[in-house]
């Protein structure tokens, strides 16, 4: 009878187990819209936005105290020197000890000029295709750009020419220059389309990016190129993703498009953001690719734009940054 009695349990446990898995699939405590509860939330709001500033001053202090945007966005000497240990946002249990070969690639302190007025993040949403805001964007005083994006003249009209800072994940070194262990020339040639920016790499995220970042480093150090290479702090991409876990978003990492926005509340006084839409339908009910120049979709269970988009679309809603989501006016 005992025996029994302890074999039912466990089995009673896993059923009840299962049963409240299943109630939370069926009813789950948060759900993300679909696409089209976001459209006709987004054409009910309306195009009116208002800036906010008590809402842009509270934002800059969050991002502020919790993550310190102005001294650690970047890893430098100064908040890095030669034996700190790096611990990687995007692993367990692995670090890097700053040494003879990675302290002198680290720049002096955070070489941004304060303060940034209006700040432009550009997000790589195919809701950008025609939207004709290429001038817009260009009139920005700095234009934060992810991921090395297409500005062939194709392109232009929409996303416009000028950039101040694109990030670069390591997997597109990897991808799109044969991890830089051949020839560098198309690497160099291509990263002159945003001239005399700051590249934001990931190095210290995860083991691969390390290599990768570096060699990246040494491509545009070698090449005399105009670029100067900052490596995102792992300290500041960790506590910015509790900042967003804190208010909801579940991803295993954020977007880089999360990253840059964070970033710029933080040290921009007005953040307009272009490309975030994660949806495959448009305010017009047509398709919408899911990059302006590819329809190439992330892995499914690596970020929750739609999660974060909704969080954006607080944002806008409070006038705290402006999402720019319609065409834009000639
Ligand atoms: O590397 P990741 O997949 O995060 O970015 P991406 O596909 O190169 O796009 C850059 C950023 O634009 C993303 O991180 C998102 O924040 C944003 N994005 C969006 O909101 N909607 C899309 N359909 C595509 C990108």
């Not at 029994?4 to 759900?31: D, G, T």
Request: net charge positive; with cysteine.
């Amino acid at each position: 009878m005992l025996v029994r009695c302890y074999r039912v349990k466990p089995a009673v446990w896993a059923a009840l187990f299962v049963l409240v898995l299943c109630w939370f699939y069926i009813f789950p405590v948060y759900r993300v819209p679909s696409d089209t509860e976001i459209v006709d939330e987004v054409l009910r709001q309306g195009g009116v936005w208002e800036k906010n500033q008590t809402g842009i001053d509270l934002y800059r202090k969050l991002l502020t105290d919790c993550c310190d945007p102005r001294r650690n966005f970047a890893v430098t000497k100064e908040n890095s020197p030669m034996g700190k240990v790096l611990w990687y946002d995007g692993e367990f249990y692995h670090s890097h000890t700053v040494n003879n070969e990675t302290y002198p690639l680290f720049v002096q302190r955070n070489p941004l000029q304060f303060p940034l007025k209006k700040c432009a993040v550009v997000g790589n949403s195919g809701i950008l295709r025609h939207s004709k805001c290429g001038q817009h964007i260009d009139r920005a005083d700095f234009i934060l750009r992810c991921n090395l994006p297409p500005l062939s003249k194709d392109y232009v009209e929409d996303v416009g020419t000028r950039t101040h800072l694109v990030t670069a994940n390591p997997s597109i070194i990897e991808k799109r220059f044969q991890n830089l262990l051949w020839s560098r020339k198309a690497f160099v040639d291509n990263m002159k389309v945003y001239g005399s920016s700051y590249m934001y790499m990931p190095a210290f995220s995860m083991k691969p990016c390390t290599d990768l970042s570096l060699r990246a480093s040494y491509a545009l150090a070698d090449s005399s190129s105009n670029l100067t290479m900052l490596f995102a702090n792992p300290e500041f991409l960790r506590t910015v993703g509790k900042f967003w876990k804190a208010r909801g978003v579940h991803a295993k990492r954020l977007s880089t498009g999360l990253f840059l926005i964070s970033l710029a509340l933080g040290l921009c006084e007005e953040v307009t953001a272009y490309g975030f839409w994660p949806f495959a339908i448009g305010l017009d009910g047509k398709p919408v690719s899911h990059h302006y120049y590819d329809n190439i979709l992330p892995y499914k269970w690596f970020h929750t734009m739609p999660e974060e988009f909704v969080q954006l679309w607080h944002l806008h809603q409070s006038g705290t940054l402006r999402l720019r989501l319609e065409h834009c006016p000639p």
